[in-house]
């Protein structure tokens, strides 16, 4: 064994007691899933084992996963299947839409597994899932958290001509870990991707998102943060790395309820208009909260 896999099959560390939550019970909860199971949709809360489900679902909020379940990328921090994926299915974006319309949702986010088998990485269907959501429920604002699209502005032109109310797409690490934890991701390309959304729809808000514990230190967090204002995010949020499986990446370091309350301050500081920093946090945690936080600061 190498002294590489060594690294990666050490045994995970023991969960800090901050970090433990319930299980997403109740009957709400339940009959959620019962509507997403009815329609055959798959939702990046359940794929991703999110620890936040059963709050954002009782909150109104939920993050639906496109293009399948499967991934064309082999991210070492993620627990969704990687492999070949299915063919499109061009029903998806009215399911969607319906089970939005079903569980009442004020704020739907769209996301989805990498797609580098399709020409445009699936830009059309997050356009279609955005527009039916508008025709099936008013009001209910919209956010995407896209894929790269290989930096095809195109692709990216093709989302934000649907006009989504939040662009959204996650830098997730610092540059020097992007080799060993973002298979087929590349720094720049990302800060890229968001700032040609904006130039692209000048309105839109763009926002971002890191996981914190693979390793980097606080001179990289502060660089990431600075790189990601100098291209116009206004949405930051900042999670603990979370080991999903022995096969992905070990955790480093967990950070305290506390550092990430002082990287919140820092963020804002910087010119961040809000921060979402705590352990349990993801990317689409309460999203409706971040996008609320910021709608008297937008000028």
């Known amino acids: 064994m190498t002294e590489k896999n060594k690294k990666q099959d050490k045994p995970a560390k023991r969960h800090p007691d901050w970090l433990k939550v319930r299980a997403p019970l109740g009957e709400n909860v339940h009959n959620l899933k019962k509507i997403l199971s009815g329609r055959g949709l798959n939702t990046v809360c359940q794929e991703a084992r999110c620890p936040n489900m059963g709050e954002c679902w009782r909150h109104g909020v939920a993050t639906f996963m496109i293009l399948g379940s499967i991934c064309t990328r082999g991210c070492k921090y993620c627990a969704v299947t990687k492999g070949t994926p299915a063919p499109l299915d061009e029903q998806e974006p009215a399911r969607v839409a319906a089970a939005v319309r079903e569980m009442n949702l004020s704020h739907a986010v769209i996301t989805s597994v990498n797609r580098d088998d399709l020409e445009d990485g699936g830009a059309a269907v997050f356009a279609e899932t955005i527009r039916k959501i508008r025709e099936s429920r008013p009001g209910c604002s919209v956010e995407v958290l896209v894929p790269d699209f290989k930096g095809d502005r195109q692709a990216l032109r093709i989302v934000m001509d649907a006009e989504p109310d939040i662009f959204n797409h996650n830098i997730e690490t610092v540059p020097s870990l992007f080799p060993k934890a973002r298979g087929g991701g590349n720094y720049q390309l990302s800060?890229?991707?968001?700032?040609?959304?904006?130039?692209?729809?000048?309105?839109?808000?763009?926002?971002?998102?890191?996981?914190?514990?693979?390793?980097?230190?606080?001179?990289?967090?502060?660089?990431?943060?600075?790189?990601?204002?100098?291209?116009?995010?206004?949405?930051?949020?900042?999670?603990?790395?979370?080991?999903?499986?022995?096969?992905?990446?070990?955790?480093?370091?967990?950070?305290?309820?506390?550092?990430?309350?002082?990287?919140?301050?820092?963020?804002?500081?910087?010119?961040?208009?809000?921060?979402?920093?705590?352990?349990?946090?993801?990317?689409?945690?309460?999203?409706?909260?971040?996008?609320?936080?910021?709608?008297?600061?937008?000028?």
Do not use: C
Request: net charge neutral.
């Open 191 to 299: 800060l890229d991707v968001l700032a040609a959304a904006l130039e692209m729809k000048p309105g839109v808000i763009t926002k971002s998102g890191l996981m914190l514990g693979l390793g980097e230190n606080d001179s990289e967090i502060r660089d990431v943060m600075k790189d990601l204002l100098s291209v116009g995010v206004k949405l930051l949020t900042l999670g603990q790395y979370l080991r999903p499986t022995k096969w992905n990446l070990p955790v480093e370091k967990y950070y305290t309820p506390g550092e990430f309350t002082e990287w919140k301050k820092t963020g804002e500081g910087l010119g961040f208009l809000h921060v979402e920093s705590a352990p349990l946090v993801r990317s689409s945690y309460m999203a409706d909260r971040q996008l609320a936080a910021i709608s008297g600061k937008l000028t």
